[in-house]
């Protein structure tokens, strides 16, 4: 699905681009990406979902510094979604892992406590650490 069609959708809506707002946003996945190296160690459950909110807000921060934003009651769905538009196919596997972490944090989240084994847990926490470095490249390539 490209742009203009998740614009029809309902899915984004444009916005200024404010650098304030975004700094915001990857200040909190910093801060989450911490939390999760932490928590990790005691928590599988708890440290893949830090490890996905530090990369929805990651995420997040790159739409806002295209001029977008979620506009839907699915606003993860509609994150990855705009990601995965915006991204060349080259960076595709970013996406992907974004969207597997998604799933398995709404198991451990609402679904089943213990869900999240040792190995998936260190596996969202790697995959989180690559994926807010790549998008914060991302952004100061397009921002500055």
Not at 99 to 119: F, H, P
């Amino acid at each position: 699905m490209d742009l203009a069609e998740m614009k029809r959708k309902g899915l984004i809506s444009s916005i200024p681009i404010d650098k304030v707002q975004i700094n915001e946003l990857l200040s909190i996945s910093d801060r989450d990406l911490e939390l999760a190296e932490e928590i990790t160690k005691k928590n599988f459950d708890v440290g893949l979902s830090l490890s996905y909110n530090a990369m929805l807000q990651a995420a997040r921060a790159f739409m806002f510094s295209h001029g977008y934003r979620p506009d839907s009651e699915f606003h993860h769905k509609a994150t990855i979604e705009f990601i995965g538009a915006v991204l060349n196919q080259k960076n595709i596997s970013y996406v992907e892992s974004l969207d597997r972490i998604r799933s398995k944090r709404v198991t451990a989240t609402y679904e089943r406590s213990g869900a999240i084994s040792e190995y998936e847990a260190k596996h969202a926490l790697e995959s989180a650490r690559r994926f807010v470095v790549f998008i914060k490249e991302q952004i100061k390539k397009r921002i500055g």
